[in-house]
């Protein structure tokens, strides 16, 4: 029973599937497109980048006492 639940759970992961022909048809993307994206992804980059240094100082300030 378990395996045929898993068996959907793994089928619904490619439920985006793109035809190839839409895939190698779809305009190019635009260099605005693509500096937006980049400075999205550079944006949540530093987000988890300050995170990570704000969990180790606060775990590092806590170990002191």
Known sequence: ????????????NYAND?????????????AEQHAEIMRKRIAHRRMVEEAKELKTASEDRFAEE
């Open 1 to 12: 029973m378990q395996e045929k639940h898993l068996g959907r759970i793994i089928r619904n």
């Open 18 to 30: 793109a035809l190839l022909k839409e895939l190698m048809t779809a305009p190019p993307m635009t």
